[in-house]
């Protein structure tokens, strides 16, 4: 079985920062792709960057040069490095990730932007 974790999450000014973690624990081999999504209340939940095992990135649009993902395979981790964060960043922050044919998601962080 495989946990993921998130942490990080809380309440910022516009124009902050916050640094999400996400660490893996259980039977773990490798991970293939490690992303995080987001959820705001009333809305679909969006994938907001992804990394892959040999380190190729992805963003959504509406963070791209605000947002930077990172991951650590020695650790079995995946982090979020969030910039000149914005009221509609408001969301549950998910990280997800994928090992062979399955996907694992952990519980969620909320982040919050707010004056």
């Known amino acids: 079985q495989v946990q993921l974790v998130e942490s990080g999450g809380g309440l910022v000014q516009p124009g902050g920062s916050l640094r999400l973690s996400c660490a893996a624990s259980?039977?773990?081999?490798?991970?293939?792709?490690m992303s995080w999504y987001r959820q705001a209340p009333g809305k679909q939940r969006e994938l907001v960057a992804t990394?892959?095992?040999?380190?190729?990135?992805n963003y959504a649009d509406n963070v791209k040069g605000r947002f930077t993902i990172s991951r650590d395979n020695a650790k079995n981790a995946v982090y979020l490095q969030m910039n000149s964060l914005k009221p509609e960043d408001t969301a549950v922050y998910y990280c997800?990730?994928?090992?062979?044919?399955?996907?694992?998601w952990g519980q969620g962080t909320q982040v919050t932007v707010s004056s």
């Open positions: 990394t892959a095992s040999g380190g190729d990135t």
């Open positions: 997800k990730a994928r090992m062979g044919l399955s996907d694992y």
């Open positions: 259980g039977i773990i081999f490798d991970f293939d792709t």
